[in-house]
């Protein structure tokens, strides 16, 4: 019986065969990339750490330094490394305590740029709000942008004026370690390179930390207490005195005239 229906079953599908299969390995290659540059960044930021904390353990310890062992800590290493410098001399003034300013001047920078960070975000809140009530207002927009952009400027030039001063702090820290193993002029060179060249610094404190001083740079190191002596057979202070025998003394002769 035939009512009227043909049907027919002869479609063609067009799947784009492997394609999902190929997305796949693409993004497995890509995750690998990812992962191998991540360890080999991690490698190389653990190894620096650990070079450039030997190498200041080592020349804190031979500078008779106490508590050499704060090389080894995050943030109490910035501190001793620039206590190693000692007192910078500059022209008219000195840096008496590098050690505490390269410690709280990354601290100090960090809080800025906090709070600049929190104000921006606010600001850009705010513009997007202004924008999405009834399109918003040009006046209102536009006092929003301006803040925007003062503020971004601003942190633009904290940033610049950080990364100078800190950039200097370093390399005056550095000279003043690194001449007491080498020239003037290349304790200077040394010093500027670690400024700009990753790893340099590390690779410099742990090369020099057991080179010989150079003549007058030797640290002046308190020697020992040494003990007194007292001569020999007599009493040390504090001792219990020795009683001595009573040995009778003979007369002394007189004149007697006859």
Not at 105 to 127: K, N, Q, R, T, W
Not at 151 to 167: C, P, R, W
Not at 183 to 199: C, E, K, Y
């Amino acid at each position: 019986m035939d009512f009227g229906h043909n049907y027919s079953y002869e479609y063609s599908y067009d799947y784009p065969i492997g394609q999902g299969s190929g997305d796949s390995g693409m993004l497995t290659l890509v995750l690998t990339v990812y992962l191998v540059v991540l360890a080999v960044c991690l490698a190389a930021v653990l190894a620096n750490y650990i070079f450039q904390s030997i190498g200041l353990y080592t020349i804190g310890k031979r500078m008779g330094r106490k508590s050499p062992w704060l090389a080894f800590i995050p943030f109490a290493r910035d501190y001793f490394h620039g206590e190693l410098a000692g007192e910078i001399p500059l022209k008219n003034k000195s840096i008496r305590n590098p050690g505490i300013w390269n410690l709280i001047v990354p601290i100090i920078y960090s809080a800025v740029m906090g709070v600049l960070g929190v104000f921006l975000m606010g600001v850009a809140m705010g513009i997007g709000a202004a924008t999405g009530i009834n399109g918003g207002s040009m006046s209102g927009m536009a006092a929003f942008f301006t803040t925007f952009l003062g503020l971004y400027i601003a942190l633009v030039i904290v940033a610049v004026v950080y990364s100078a001063v800190y950039s200097v702090l370093r390399i005056l820290i550095n000279i003043q370690i690194f001449e007491r193993f080498t020239t003037r002029n290349m304790a200077v060179v040394h010093a500027v390179l670690s400024g700009f060249i990753p790893f340099y610094e590390a690779i410099c404190l742990f090369v020099m930390r057991n080179k010989p001083f150079m003549p007058g740079m030797e640290p002046e190191l308190t020697p020992p207490p040494v003990p007194p002596v007292y001569p020999t057979g007599g009493p040390a202070p504090g001792s219990p005195a020795v009683e001595q025998p009573n040995v009778p003394t003979p007369e002394q002769p007189t004149d007697k005239t006859e």
